[in-house]
């Protein structure tokens, strides 16, 4: 049987080139793993949450509306219970994402007050910082990494989303709907996800690891790392981008699986060029509109939101 075990790393103790060997064989193999002392707290986490939880919970109708983004290739502001679908986007289903979000980038953001702009820029900061260190020691870890000056990749264009999974209805159940979000890789380098647990114990992510489906739950002063899609661009296929999904709780489950993931996308600038061919031959599905040789990240992402908001207006 495949060893399915998700190893933990520090960060601290990576940059001082501890555990070389077996980062390197986690992350070309896997592309996933726990990380702690990145430089963001429980606090720092806690308090993002709460300030996006308590708009969430409080904000009027009105309120949410002036946050929410016209532009159906950003992502920006406040996203409503079931209002995206990844199932739709990666052409695996028409039903949606069980959760409702909140997004901020570098530019063009859309905030509900002075308050939440301070917390959420400081708490972005912080990430963006832990993300790019990260994906340094990840991508060089591979020994392969091709990507040109890694301080020009790394200069990016983030994006961090905080998604509120509510309690499912009963037609939402694993027993109708086995997944909150469709199984998917993340278009980034790296992506950091911190989550709170199920207060009924239920483990609600999943990546795929050594060819099965294993359980992320939450690892206190944890985060997440994801190798996500541009990894194996930059690494020549050495780094994989793991599919991962969140499950649905079974009907006797559903009562107390609510849950917060805070997701900060270490994504290229839009300019960034690929080989379409080879991110095809990695395993990537660049969408099939994309007839040229290369292609740019500006591209990938906005096939992909049209692809959502074409669906969206069918269904």
């Not at 520090?10 to 077996?22: F, M, N, T, V, W």
């Not at 739709?88 to 997004?103: C, I, K, L, P």
Request: aromatic share 8%.
């Amino acid at each position: 049987m495949a060893d399915t075990t998700v190893p933990l790393f520090s960060l601290a103790e990576l940059q001082k080139g501890a555990d070389r060997e077996k980062l390197r064989k986690c992350v070309t193999e896997t592309g996933v793993f726990y990380l702690t002392d990145y430089g963001a707290t429980e606090k720092d986490h806690r308090l993002a949450t709460d300030t996006a939880m308590d708009f969430v919970e409080h904000g009027t109708p009105e309120e949410k509306q002036a946050v929410t983004t016209k532009i159906p290739t950003m992502r920006r502001g406040y996203s409503a219970l079931e209002a995206e679908s990844t199932a739709q986007v990666t052409r695996t289903g028409t039903y949606t994402d069980y959760s409702m979000s909140f997004s901020m980038g570098v530019s063009d953001n859309l905030f509900p007050s002075q308050r939440f702009e301070e917390v959420w820029t400081d708490y972005f900061d912080r990430l963006y910082t832990a993300a790019r260190e990260t994906a340094r020691v990840v991508l060089n870890a591979t020994g392969t990494y091709d990507g040109g000056d890694m301080d020009t990749l790394l200069d990016c264009d983030p994006v961090l989303r905080l998604r509120y999974f509510p309690e499912v209805p009963e037609h939402r159940a694993a027993e109708h709907e086995p997944r909150r979000m469709a199984p998917h890789y993340d278009l980034s380098i790296i992506s950091l996800i911190h989550q709170t647990p199920c207060a009924n114990g239920f483990v609600s992510l999943q990546a795929e690891v050594g060819g099965e489906l294993v359980d992320l739950p939450a690892v206190p002063d944890a985060v997440i790392v994801l190798c996500g899609a541009i990894a194996p661009l930059v690494t020549q296929g050495a780094a994989p981008a793991p599919r991962h999904h969140v499950r649905a709780p079974g009907a006797d489950m559903r009562v107390g699986s609510d849950r917060t993931s805070s997701v900060f996308f270490l994504r290229p600038s839009i300019d960034f060029a690929f080989s379409v061919p080879k991110a095809r031959k990695y395993g990537l599905d660049v969408d099939i509109d994309i007839d040229s040789e290369t292609a740019t990240f500006g591209d990938w992402i906005g096939t992909n939101y049209v692809t959502m908001h074409a669906a969206a207006r069918e269904g």
